[in-house]
């Protein structure tokens, strides 16, 4: 089944932690992308990517950071400098600009 | 800018009852727009979209039509059921440059009781 995965599904980070949280596709999409997702809101944008080697800062970008090293794999390190990191993340892929689809999601909590 | 503006939530409806949520949009250029739902503890899912002015979209019984006069792109369903209870996003994609970024509003819950 083509689809987007995204794990672990819950991660708790202690202070002062660096986390990785994974995003893997399967349907060969060349762009991906870093949401996050707090009560209420709507989701934001922190990162995307749109070829291998090669990514941008979206509206949130800071305290985070990101790979593309290769096409089906996009993972975003959630820094000690994220003030506020607690939130829901979800990554999305696309054929460059066509429709963002999404993954499942992770859950990060601080402890 | 751009920008998406949902009605708040939470929407309470008894099974079968006639849906709307409503959306209206702020963009430069000619947005395509969507409509996402997100089901507890789950990502979000591509309900339907529309890329031009009076395009409608449909799927599973919701629909929506792309309003350029009035900016907006209403969510409705004839007869709601349990399982749609869920969080519906409205989003906008504009054209042009070096990102396909998407905004979305707030977010609407609704609740559809048996």
């Known amino acids: 089944d083509g689809g987007i995965t995204q794990s672990p599904k819950y991660l708790f980070r202690k202070e002062g932690q660096n986390v990785t949280l994974s995003c893997e596709q399967n349907?060969?999409?060349?762009?991906m992308y870093w949401y996050r997702q707090d009560p209420g809101q709507g989701l934001r944008l922190i990162y995307y990517s749109q070829i291998v080697n090669d990514f941008q800062k979206g509206d949130i970008a800071e305290g985070y950071s990101v790979s593309r090293e290769k096409k089906e794999s996009f993972p975003l390190t959630v820094t000690s400098a994220q003030k506020n990191p607690t939130a829901f993340y979800l990554c999305?892929?696309?054929?460059?600009?066509?429709?963002?689809?999404f993954g499942p999601g992770t859950r990060l909590t601080v402890l | 800018g751009d920008s998406v503006t949902q009605m708040e939530g939470p929407v309470t409806l008894s099974e079968e009852a006639f849906l709307t949520i409503n959306c209206t949009y702020t963009a430069t250029g000619y947005p395509s727009l969507f409509w996402y739902v997100q089901y507890p503890g789950e990502g979000l899912q591509l309900l339907l979209k529309?890329?031009?002015?009076?395009d409608k979209g449909s799927n599973k019984g919701f629909e929506a039509t792309y309003r350029k006069e009035t900016t907006s792109f209403h969510l409705e369903k004839g007869s709601v059921q349990v399982s749609d209870s869920a969080v519906y996003f409205c989003?906008?994609?504009?054209?042009?440059?070096?990102?396909?970024?998407?905004?979305f509003g707030t977010g609407t819950l609704l609740a559809v009781q048996p």
């Open positions: 349907l060969n999409h060349d762009a």
């Open positions: 529309a890329t031009k002015a009076d």
């Open positions: 999305a892929s696309s054929i460059q600009q066509d429709t963002q689809y």
């Open positions: 989003a906008l994609r504009v054209y042009g440059g070096a990102t396909n970024k998407l905004i």
